[in-house]
């Protein structure tokens, strides 16, 4: 993780100097290792959960920090690929075509361009119903990833049910 700060701070310095592809490696690089992190993250909560070494209140605090960070993930992973990312959608300067069919886009409104707080919605409602709940969802790697997001969700919440019951 000692990589992902320094990253970051690359890639503010790289965006505000519109060195747009350089900024879009190192986005999808910072990205990367924060997915990998998580997945790993919740590999050790099925190890604790299965080993019954830690305490339920650690299990709980861990259980709502990887889901929390499951939403912060997919929502910068759907807002970093569709459409070309952010940086092709400023350049643009419209959103007519993307992996996600957003309310406004079937407004005819021109001018309205999807912000980031729009991905975290549509990451919230998939970790939350396992489903999208406004967007229709047009491409297959925006599918692959909500799948992906979903499962690490319903993981998440299924195995702390699972202990919760077996602390009861």
């Not at 929502?75 to 992996?99: F, I, K, M, V």
Request: aromatic share 10%; no cysteine; glycine share 6%.
């Amino acid at each position: 993780m000692a990589l992902v700060a320094p990253l970051s701070i690359v890639n503010t310095v790289l965006h505000q100097r519109s060195k747009f592809l350089l900024n879009q490696i190192v986005g999808y690089t910072v990205l990367g290792i924060i997915t990998a992190a998580m997945i790993g993250a919740l590999v050790l909560l099925i190890v604790a959960l299965l080993d019954h070494t830690q305490r339920a209140s650690a299990l709980l605090r861990s259980a709502v920090a990887l889901w929390v960070s499951n939403i912060l993930v997919f929502a910068s992973w759907y807002w970093r690929l569709d459409a070309g990312g952010p940086n092709q959608r400023d350049l643009r300067g419209e959103h007519t075509e993307g992996a996600f069919l957003f309310p406004q886009m079937t407004l005819g409104d021109r001018d309205w361009m999807p912000g980031f707080v729009d991905y975290l919605f549509l990451a919230f409602n998939t970790s939350t119903a396992f489903s999208p709940t406004d967007a229709p969802v047009l491409s297959r790697w925006a599918k692959g990833m909500m799948m992906l997001q979903s499962t690490i969700s319903l993981a998440t919440l299924v195995l702390l049910a699972a202990r919760a019951v077996n602390i009861l």
